[in-house]
């Protein structure tokens, strides 16, 4: 079996797919979704100078050599109210601003409240400001013309509140991809059988599964549950292939079986098979082919190695088809690790752990447990990963922990 290592597999996925195409989304919509062009700002951000603090407007110049005891006085002009345009100041004069009002005309700084002191119709302040100072310039955070976000970038909170700022409605977006879903084995039944024949259990995987995928962007459809023969594969996959982006069998990964999801992912379509087996524990078993364009995965029918193993590459694959880049690294928890982990040096293993609050720092506590058992992962808050150079962790160094959401 020719295995590959975790970061050569998604060096094949960026190489072999790309983003699918674009559709404009309301800006409502579009949060979690990648930019398929740059959008450029047709507007200046802040539109006018505003204040940065609750403070007096002035030419800054009428305040210099201010200070404690010998205070510069301004006569008071009033108020700019909130939403008011800008309105004139005359030299010596100040006017209140508040956080966010229209810097007067020809004022070019504003002079903290703490700092002053109302003295009848008069203002004192008992500190010089310098040009500019309190004071945020129109244009100073984004110019009309400039590349507000650029092509690719995810559209998380800020990105949103940008875009809303700058007044646009509606973005283009990579398409969401639709990603087939399909569980194989003579002895699965439907998770919603309420009494299990003998010999039977429950697709679990088709659950567990479409949630994460649904986690990381796509639209999935469910294609049920497939008996362990190669014609019932070829044609139940090749029927889901033509409706989806993406398609993902799950199990018939085992030797004896493995020919099976292995055959039909060679039959779909040309090249066929990138990767036979990737480097590593849980999930060794994995498959990836690329049939005439379109990606299939074939997954460990192991729940727990089917979900691991879907969480890092096939949530890689729906990144790279939503258009995003490759994640250079993965945001993580520091924990200090409370047991010895032992671990095969020539592959990447992913341990669960449950992290608890130790008293100088977060532990994280190693889970054992056979591969197959749900359980052990339902009781993790996430993984820690042991290098191949590595023939282990000792209890007492500090890792990274990737959390389960
Ligand atoms: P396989 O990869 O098909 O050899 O399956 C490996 C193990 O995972 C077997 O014990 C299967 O019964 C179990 N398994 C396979 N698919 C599923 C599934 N969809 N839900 C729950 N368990 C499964
Ligand atoms: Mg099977």
């Given at each position: 079996m020719r295995v590959t290592d975790p970061a050569a597999v998604l060096a094949l996925i960026w190489k072999h797919f790309s983003p699918l195409g674009a559709e404009k989304a309301a800006l409502a919509e579009a949060g979690g979704r990648y930019l398929s062009s740059a959008v450029t700002a047709a507007e200046d951000i802040p539109g006018f100078d505003r204040s940065t603090v609750?403070?007096?407007?002035?030419?800054?110049?009428?305040?210099?050599?201010?200070?404690?005891?010998?205070?510069?006085?301004?006569?008071?002009?009033?108020e700019v109210l909130m939403g008011e345009a800008a309105i004139s100041l005359e030299r010596g004069r100040c006017r209140l601003v508040h956080t966010g009002g229209a810097l007067p005309e020809g004022a070019d700084a504003v002079i903290m409240l703490e700092d002053t002191e109302v003295m009848g119709t008069e203002v004192h302040a008992f500190r010089q400001v310098a040009p500019g100072e309190n004071v945020i310039r129109k244009g100073e955070d984004l110019r009309r013309g400039e590349t507000a976000l650029p092509r690719g970038r995810l559209l998380r909170a800020p990105e949103l509140g940008l875009l809303a700022s700058l007044g646009v409605t509606a973005v283009e977006v990579h398409r969401r991809p639709v990603m087939g879903l399909l569980s194989t084995g003579d002895e699965l039944v439907p998770f919603e059988t309420p009494v299990l024949p003998p010999g039977r259990i429950r697709d679990s995987n088709s659950t567990a599964l479409a949630y994460l995928a649904k986690q990381a962007g796509a639209q999935v459809i469910g294609g049920g549950i497939l008996a362990d023969s190669f014609d019932h594969f070829l044609e139940k996959s090749r029927a889901l292939l033509e409706e989806v982006d993406f398609l993902v069998l799950s199990g018939g990964s085992s030797v004896g079986t493995r020919d099976f999801t292995a055959r039909t992912m060679a039959a779909l379509g040309k090249p066929g098979l990138l990767a036979e087996g990737i480097a590593v524990q849980p999930g060794k078993p994995t498959l990836l082919?690329?049939?005439?364009?379109?990606?299939?995965?074939?997954?460990?029918?192991?729940?727990?190695?089917?979900?691991?193993?879907?969480?890092?590459?096939?949530?890689?694959?729906?990144?790279?088809?939503?258009?995003?880049?490759?994640?250079?690294?993965?945001?993580?928890?520091?924990?200090?690790?409370?047991?010895?982990?032992?671990?095969?040096?020539?592959?990447?293993?992913?341990?669960?752990?449950?992290?608890?609050?130790?008293?100088?720092?977060?532990?994280?506590?190693?889970?054992?447990?056979?591969?197959?058992?749900?359980?052990?992962?339902?009781?993790?808050d996430g993984v820690v990963v042991v290098p191949p150079a590595k023939e282990g962790l000792a209890a007492g160094e500090t890792v990274d922990v990737y959390l389960w959401e």
């Open positions: 609750d403070g007096y407007a002035v030419y800054a110049r009428d305040s210099f050599g201010a200070q404690e005891g010998l205070p510069a006085v301004f006569g008071c002009a009033g082919a690329d049939c005439d364009g379109k990606p299939v995965l074939g997954l460990p029918g192991h729940p727990v190695s089917a979900l691991v193993v879907f969480s890092i590459f096939g949530a890689a694959m729906l990144r790279r088809l939503s258009g995003g880049e490759m994640p250079l690294f993965q945001p993580a928890v520091r924990a200090v690790l409370a047991r010895n982990i032992a671990s095969r040096p020539g592959r990447t293993d992913y341990v669960r752990v449950r992290l608890e609050q130790g008293e100088s720092a977060v532990k994280a506590v190693p889970i054992f447990g056979r591969s197959g058992m749900l359980r052990t992962l339902a009781a993790a």
